[in-house]
Nanobody
Framework: QVQLVESGGGLVQAGDSLRLSCVAS????????MAWFRQAPGKEREFVAA????????YYADSLKGRFTISRDNAKNTVFVQMNNLKPEDTAVYYC?????????????????WGQGTQVTVSS
């Protein structure tokens, strides 16, 4: 059974940076798509970024391009998202997700496995 465990969240000030990690276990990932989503209080879950385990294909939410970077370490079965110049509106619970397919998707329903989430709070 696939398990995803996020870490790295916390309370930071506007302008700071954070790097979130997602460790995957339960099977060997080869080319499946992984993604980060986030959900702010009172709002729907929204797509942040996606990456394939193999290759260099990545995709970002337009509003986050240039500030967020998704990457992976295949040897450690870990996916990261580096978040720079954080803003109060980035405050949310951030979730890691994986899907059995290889196509990158911005739709949360396309993902089969989810982590428990990690809270990111950005103060002004």
């Amino acid at each position: 059974q696939v398990q995803l465990v996020e870490s790295g969240g916390g309370l930071v000030q506007a302008g700071d940076s954070l790097r979130l990690s997602c460790v995957a276990s339960g099977r060997t990932f080869s080319s499946e798509a992984m993604a980060w989503f986030r959900q702010a209080p009172g709002k729907e879950r929204e797509f942040v970024a996606a990456i394939r385990w193999s290759g260099r294909f990545t995709y970002y939410a337009d509003s986050l391009k240039g500030r967020f970077t998704i990457s992976r370490d295949n040897a450690k079965n870990t996916v990261f998202v580096q978040m720079n110049n954080l803003k109060p509106e980035d405050t949310a619970v951030y979730y890691c997700a994986a899907r059995d397919g290889t196509a990158l998707s911005t739709v949360d329903k396309d993902y089969d496995y989810w982590g428990q989430g990690t809270q990111v709070t950005v103060s002004s």
